[in-house]
């Protein structure tokens, strides 16, 4: 009997842990009457990144203007963080599954924030369906900025730390204050961005793509600017995305 409790106990748990909501900060989201700062929610299935402004990383000063200014030209950036081995490495999955196990399972692996230029809206260059569109009011863009910075490792003088270009494309990689496994994984660092610019989130659950995608469509349905059918998609927790 005292061992059916406890099982009860530790289900119930979970369940609470599985539905807590890290509540929003109104203050920052949504955008009220103020010009907004268009970012762009990117899930390629099992991966987040955020499409940004180039000029609202650069506002502010400090490391992450210094590495964006490093980046070829292009307006818009596509941040993302990872781990520092297996999310540079662009090779097939199928010969990197025992790297994808070791990033994984080892706790404390080295991690890295990619900022890749690129010219294109990505309202043009991605899927409707790989996409979210979120307006952010400039204190919540400056909230997002505030945390991709913290995420920076630097040098004695403060400037960030450049690990590595990958060949073939424009995107860098630099060194992250951060720590990758599967307690810490992508999705859950760009759930941080989203909640660090005023969204509400659910931690436990950001461990998939799915789920960030569909804390974007929520937030900007309930700000009232969902993109056409997402809105009501997100209304119902429904919105049609992967996990």
């Known amino acids: 009997m005292p061992g059916r409790f406890l099982l009860a106990a530790l289900i119930g748990a979970l369940a609470a842990l599985w539905s807590l909501t890290r509540p929003g900060d109104p203050a920052l989201f949504p955008a009220s009457q103020e010009a907004g700062v268009t970012v762009y929610l990117l ?13 609202a990383l ?12 490093s980046l070829a030209p292009g307006d818009w950036v596509l941040v993302g963080w990872g781990d520092a081995k297996f999310y540079v490495d662009q090779s097939p999955v199928s010969g990197r599954l025992a790297d994808g196990a070791r990033a994984l399972f080892k706790p404390g692996n080295a991690a890295v924030v990619m900022l890749d230029p690129v010219a294109t809206d990505p309202a043009r260059r991605f899927r409707p369906e790989d996409r979210q ?27 960030p730390i450049l690990a590595t270009a990958r ?16 307690g810490r994984l992508c999705n859950h ?17 950001t461990l998939t793509s799915g789920e960030v995608m569909r804390t974007a469509a929520r937030g900007q349905a309930e700000g009232g600017q969902a993109e056409g059918g997402r809105a009501e998609a997100a209304k119902l927790d429904l919105q049609p995305v992967r996990d």
């Open 43 to 55: 899930d390629n299935g099992f991966h987040t990144d955020l499409a940004v402004p180039r000029a």
């Open 58 to 69: 650069m506002g502010g000063g400090g490391a992450l203007a210094e590495a964006t200014a």
């Open 133 to 159: 569109a979120l307006t952010l009011s400039q204190a919540g863009m400056g909230g997002l900025r505030a945390r991709v910075q913290a995420s920076l490792a630097t040098d004695a003088a403060g400037r």
């Open 167 to 182: 060949p073939g494309d424009d995107a860098r990689f630099f060194e992250s204050r951060e720590t990758f496994w599967v």
């Open 189 to 205: 660092w760009t759930a941080e961005l989203l909640s660090a610019a005023g969204l509400p989130i659910r931690p436990w659950r």
